[in-house]
């Protein structure tokens, strides 16, 4: 299981692309891995022939461990062992059942990252879905043992998700206080759902797992408050029928609301930089670079991309990147440097037919924006109504990080320069 | 209920056996007028004569040779074997000829013998008065062994080992003769065979074992509680049939699965119930399953470091139990 990200510990066999027994090219894909949100292919570092495959699709394992082995064309199979090693794809010289090329850790079962489990333990863990990577143990040289599983299933805590660099912060200290033994890291204690005959059960993708994780991370750990403006988009809404036929003849995209309100957006934060910030635990930080992410939903569910230094950006460069994430996205082609890193997130509701949206921060952000839909109203204008097109502008704030007055102050720049198109 | 060592109980369960039962009868070397080396036959040829309290050469497998054609032609046998030690020429006997008769004769003919033999150490009874011969015939489908550690099962367990219409090896600790008291029920007490006995309930360890590592264990058990440790230990009484059931339920229970007796390790009793375990509790496991036993080294020796080096002490029992439970 290749390393794909500096702090991914390990991956999910999406699909495998060959089958036991078929030939393979040096660098052809071999198999999808699903790590966080992003299902990469990964390329056989190895020709040859697929002899066998250890790890099943689904199956999460360790990053370093076997996922399959592959007999190399050629007798003269004598790779330097570090590049094996390095890939964790066992090759097999054909001859010769014993790898003589091969240093790639083995995983047998019951060991992860040299720790071994032993099966009470690991039967625990599986019954009361509890990462055992996450607990401390009290056997010998901090074994875990079956009563530290026990006592962390009955402390029924829910803990970090894995992402340390996402989640920096361990947010939940108080339960940790009260569960000595060890603080599982997915047990949840949800109120379970039982499915009746005539319903049906859906399988977890990874992506819906990481989703479900991060949305009890953020509501349980950060203190949202919310608050709402009204922008009167009619001159925007003018000026965006006269240009975009140009637009698109000039860029290539079609010029919606989305890179529009992502340049206000990037604008307002200079006004308002604290907005572009991170709570760190004892202290805030405010963040230099303004990269954006954008809020996408693709058939297996919402994804955030990110548009990285969108302050540098013109509307053009804004509406290309966003197009090209959106792209990648349908098409399952995103990488972890396409979603890491984001500092603020922009969500485009509206474009869904929603006029009010109350949306979760994407952690550890402080702010997220929504737009929403362009409706025509009765507005008053000069002490007399007018029809005008009103757009909705939404935003959740980190309480920790974030007042009222400030948020409202940057939602009010936000929607003054939406407003101000003639 | 009246209190008795195991000595006592095995003396009453014979003496009533003998007055309830005609087809009862003992046979053995110096169980006549002698009254057994021990004495639990004492008197015995007075009250019933000698032809139904026979004292034999010293011929074993004779002993039990005679015995069987006696069980066969109906009477009900308990033929002694003076020490464990002496049992290997009477081997064929018992492994050959009688574990086999109901199977050899496709039910035609049934074996009700008893065969009772004073067995371990502890006692400085050197290398002919010491040994353990438990794992030499429970290998053997057809013969049932019982090893009793208390007063109550000795009595409960010989009795159902007299009603038993196949042979029974009836195992009897030395040291447990006059070093073990305890109430013992009145009348024609009997215990079912194959059932272990929980001798102490607990949770974070099991002990499995038999006859005097019991009382040690315990001990041990009751040292350790005192430091918060609580050990389950259990006896099996019954080695086979052995008591498959409460194995397991115990090493689910706990988890942790110590194995003590004094028999030695390569081969013994505890290697089967290992394998149990393994076998139909592996995944309830959260520890290696330990065995303490005795050395592998042919038998015990006179001298007294020699026998403390060979016998399981509590304080060994309490070094492993602690070993297991802090794993």
């Known amino acids: ?422 | 209920m009246a209190v008795k060592n195991l000595l006592e109980a095995v003396r009453e369960t014979l003496h009533d056996a003998l007055a309830r039962d005609e087809r009862v009868f003992i046979m053995g070397e110096d169980v006549g007028p002698r009254g057994n080396v021990f004495l639990i036959t004492k008197d015995f040829v007075e009250e019933f004569g000698h032809d139904r309290v026979l004292d034999t050469p010293l011929a074993e497998a004779s002993i039990v040779g005679v015995a069987i054609g006696a069980a066969m032609a109906g009477m009900r046998p308990i033929a002694e074997i003076q020490f464990a030690d002496f049992i290997y020429p009477a081997y064929n006997q018992i492994v050959g000829e009688a574990a086999k008769m109901r199977y050899r004769t496709a039910g035609g003919n049934t074996c009700p013998l008893v065969i009772r033999t004073p067995y371990g150490g502890g006692v400085g009874g050197a290398l002919s008065h010491s040994v353990s011969i438990e794992a030499l015939f429970y290998h053997v489908p057809g013969l049932k062994i019982l090893a009793p550690s208390t007063p109550a099962d000795a009595k409960g367990l010989l009795n159902s080992a007299i009603a038993d219409d196949d042979p029974v090896l009836f195992l009897e600790h030395k040291k447990t003769y006059r070093l073990i008291k305890g109430e013992v029920p009145p009348g024609e007490y009997k215990i079912p065979m194959g059932k272990a006995d929980i001798a102490r309930p607990g949770s974070d360890l099991s002990v499995i074992t038999y006859g005097l590592m019991r009382h040690f264990a315990t001990q041990a058990a009751d040292e350790l509680f005192k430091d918060g440790i609580d050990v389950e230990v259990v006896d099996l009484r019954s080695i086979r049939p052995m008591d498959r059931e409460t194995i397991v339920k115990s090493a689910t229970k706990t988890r942790r699965v110590l194995i003590v007796h004094e028999d030695n390790k390569f081969g013994g009793v505890g290697a089967e119930i290992a394998a149990i375990i393994a076998e139909e509790a592996m995944f309830e496991l959260d520890a290696p399953i330990r065995r303490l036993c005795g050395p592998d080294v042919p038998a015990m020796g006179y001298s007294k470091a020699y026998e403390e080096a060979f016998m399981p002490s509590p304080e060994r029992i309490a070094a492993a139990m602690r070993d297991l439970a802090a794993f």
Not at chain 1, 143 to 155: E, F, G, L, N
Not at chain 1, 188 to 198: F, L, V, Y
Not at chain 1, 245 to 265: C, D, S, W
């Open chain 1, 1 to 422: 299981m290749p390393q794909l990200g500096e702090t991914v510990t390990e991956g999910t066999v999406g699909r495998w692309l060959k089958k036991p027994g078929e030939l393979i090219a040096k660098y052809e894909p071999l198999l999808e891995v699903e790590t966080d949100k992003v299902a990469s292919e990964i390329p056989s570092p190895f020709g040859g022939t697929l002899t066998s495959i250890m790890v099943e699709e689904g199956q999460t394992v360790a990053v370093g461990t076997i996922v399959c082995e592959i007999a190399e064309t050629g007798a003269a199979a004598l790779k330097p062992a570090m590049s094996a090693a390095a890939s964790a794809v066992q090759t097999q010289a054909p001859s010769s059942t014993q790898s003589s090329t091969s240093t790639a850790p083995r995983s047998a079962a019951g060991v992860a990252n040299g720790v071994r489990y032993s099966p009470a333990v690991r039967k625990l863990a599986r019954e009361h879905q509890i990462d055992l990577s996450n607990l401390s143990g009290t056997g010998r040289g901090g074994r875990v043992t079956a009563r530290d599983v026990t006592v962390a299933a009955q402390s029924g805590a829910v803990a970090p998700t894995s992402d340390t660099r996402t989640f920096a912060q361990p947010v939940h200290a108080a339960t940790a206080a009260t569960a000595p033994i060890g603080v599982p890291r997915q047990a949840h204690a949800p109120i379970e759902a039982h499915a009746g005959d005539e319903d049906t059960v859906i399988r977890l993708s990874q992506m819906r797992k990481t989703i479900a994780e991060r949305m009890v991370q953020a509501v349980t750990s950060i203190p949202h408050a919310w608050c709402m403006m009204e922008a009167d988009v009619t001159e925007l809404s003018r000026w965006r029928d006269r240009e975009k036929a140009a637009f698109k003849a000039r860029e290539g995209v079609n010029l919606t609301y989305l890179p529009i309100v992502v340049q206000a957006v990037c604008r307002a934060i200079k006004e308002h930089p604290l907005v572009n910030s991170a709570w760190g635990g004892d202290h805030i930080i405010q963040r230099k670079h303004i990269n954006v992410g954008i809020a996408i939903d693709v058939e297996e569910g919402l994804v955030v991309p990110v548009v990285r230094d969108a302050d540098r950006l013109s509307l053009a460069g804004l509406a290309q990147s966003i197009s090209e994430l959106v792209e990648k996205a349908r098409k399952r082609r995103l990488t972890l440097p396409d979603l890491a890193d984001g500092t603020i997130t922009v969500d485009n509701t509206g474009a869904l037919g929603n006029v009010l949206s109350v949306p979760i921060i994407n952690p550890p952000q402080a702010a997220i924006i929504t737009l929403e839909a362009v409706v025509k109203r009765p507005w008053v204008v000069n002490d007399a109504i007018a029809i005008r097109s009103i757009m909705n502008l939404c935003l959740c704030l980190d309480h920790r990080v974030l007042d009222g007055a400030v948020a409202s102050r940057f939602l009010g720049s936000v929607k003054k320069m939406l407003e101000s198109y003639t």
